[in-house]
């Protein structure tokens, strides 16, 4: 079935560094990606959404690009802040079945000063 | 703009009482509807969708139900609560198939 591999667990930071957050999927066809972001006690937010036409979305300075041909869509971020301390799942969902978003198992980054 | 609201915010259940609670969204016609269940430090997992009034397909039942009985409202239900059932409940709408879901304030259950 259709589903994404996420890093899962905890990830913990230093302000400043690079922010880098891996996602694969598998699917029949061509899917949508979507990253979304859930700080503490609040629902998630949609923070990135892939393209068709490669083109790079961006988001409170946090990135991700589509790359068909390594079934990837990682979220990066050049430097770290305090803020971006949150639950980070990577969602898949294919384009015309109107029900299931299938969520990775979450990733929890914590940046510190 | 679009906004969804859930209820009650929080509730604090015994085991083996009834629940039911709500979502609803406003602005936005013929949305395609979800339920999701968060256990604490847990992942999201789909319950329910919704693509029309009077439409609920079960993704995971959990012992538990759900009902559209209007454009803009969800209902998630069930008879007979389980500690297991403790945790958080989002709602979420999406303007059609394959894209994003937006997601509601949520209702934190407590069962004890």
């Known amino acids: 079935g259709d589903s994404v591999t996420q890093t899962e667990g905890l990830v913990t930071l230093t302000e400043g560094l690079p922010v880098m957050l891996n996602c694969t999927y598998q699917?029949?066809?061509?899917?949508?990606l979507f990253w979304y972001v859930q700080h503490l006690n609040e629902a998630p937010k949609l923070l990135l959404k892939?393209?068709?036409?490669?083109k790079r979305p961006e988001h409170q300075g946090f990135h991700a690009t589509l790359h068909k041909s390594s079934s990837s869509f990682h979220l990066q971020k050049s430097s770290a802040q305090l803020s971006d301390s949150a639950l980070y799942y990577c969602?898949?969902?294919?384009?015309?079945?109107?029900?299931?978003?299938?969520f990775g198992k979450g990733a929890k980054l914590t940046v510190s000063p | 703009a679009q906004t969804i609201h859930q209820w009650p915010v929080a509730e604090i259940k015994a085991v083996g009482s009834p629940l039911s609670l709500g979502c609803t969204i406003k602005?936005?016609?013929?949305?395609?509807l979800y339920w999701y269940w968060q256990a604490t430090g847990g992942t999201l997992q789909q319950l329910f969708y919704?693509?029309?009034?009077?439409?609920v397909e079960s993704v995971v039942q959990l012992n538990l139900s759900a009902s559209r009985p209007k454009d803009d409202q969800f209902i998630l239900s069930t008879e007979k609560l389980l500690l297991s059932h403790s945790g958080f409940y989002l709602c979420?709408?999406?303007?059609?198939?394959?894209?994003?879901?937006?997601f509601g304030p949520g209702t934190r259950l407590t069962v004890l």
């Open positions: 979420a709408w999406s303007p059609g198939g394959g894209y994003e879901q937006y």
């Open positions: 699917s029949t066809y061509s899917p949508f």
């Open positions: 892939s393209f068709t036409d490669n």
């Open positions: 969602a898949l969902s294919l384009q015309g079945t109107g029900s299931k978003l299938s």
């Open positions: 602005g936005k016609s013929s949305p395609n």
């Open positions: 919704s693509i029309t009034v009077g439409q």
